[in-house]
Antibody, heavy 117, light 107 residues
């Protein structure tokens, strides 16, 4: 059974960079034809896809965030990561990592990141 | 971006009722449509993929239909544990986009 777990700071100051890591267990991040995605959800609001990475390293980003987002993968650690630069209060949200095969079939539990000074 | 519009935004129904949620895409997405259930404080859970395919382990009271721009999600007999917010999501194009969600409550 594949499991995903987000980790990283829960509080980030405005203008700084948000950094999160997703650790995948129960299977190799390199096996199969899967993308590894980040999705976020502000409190009381809907879901926003941030972007994804394939194990080859190829990435796709949401154009609304593209200038600030970097997603990377470390296959040796079975992890992938999210960096979001120049954050503001509008980036406060629960951040989820998920496995995508056209649909998101496995999700992490989510981690709340608050942007505040 | 493909806009996904769900209706209603919320609904209240009795246990045993049939519940229907609709999702409209801003352009033709064939059957590239998924449905998720999200309970408070939890991650979304995949229920339906490819518009009408039930994910393994999901109760058969959940179903989906539609193609093109108009899709329907149905709970045939609402149970107390179905209280949640439901989202549709398209995968015809990038960026992946979700509907705004439909909150289902018990009357």
């Amino acid at each position: 059974q594949v499991q995903l777990q987000e980790s990283g700071p829960g509080l980030v100051k405005p203008s700084q960079t948000l950094s999160l890591t997703c650790t995948v267990s129960g299977g190799s991040i390199s096996s199969g034809s899967y993308y590894w995605s980040w999705i976020r959800q502000p409190a009381g609001k809907g879901l926003e896809w941030i972007g994804r990475i394939y194990t080859s390293g190829s990435t796709n980003y949401n154009p609304s965030l593209k200038s600030r987002v970097t997603i990377s993968v470390d296959t040796s650690k079975n992890q992938f990561s999210l960096k979001l630069s120049s954050v503001t209060a509008a980036d406060t949200a629960v951040y989820y990592c998920a496995r995508e095969q056209d649909w998101f079939d496995y999700w992490g539990q989510g981690t709340l990141v608050t942007v505040s000074s | 971006d493909i806009q996904m519009t769900q209706s209603p935004s919320s609904l209240s129904a009795s246990v045993g009722d049939r519940v229907t949620i609709t999702c409209q895409a801003s352009q033709d997405i064939s059957n590239y449509l998924n449905w998720y259930q999200q309970k408070p404080g939890k991650a979304p859970k995949l229920l339906i993929y490819d518009a009408s395919n039930l994910e393994t382990g999901v109760p058969s009271r959940f179903s989906g239909s539609g193609s093109g721009t108009d899709f329907t999600f149905t709970i045939s007999s609402l149970q107390p544990e179905d209280i949640a917010t439901y989202y549709c999501q398209q995968y015809d194009n990038l960026p992946r986009t979700f509907g705004q969600g439909t909150k289902v409550e018990i009357k």
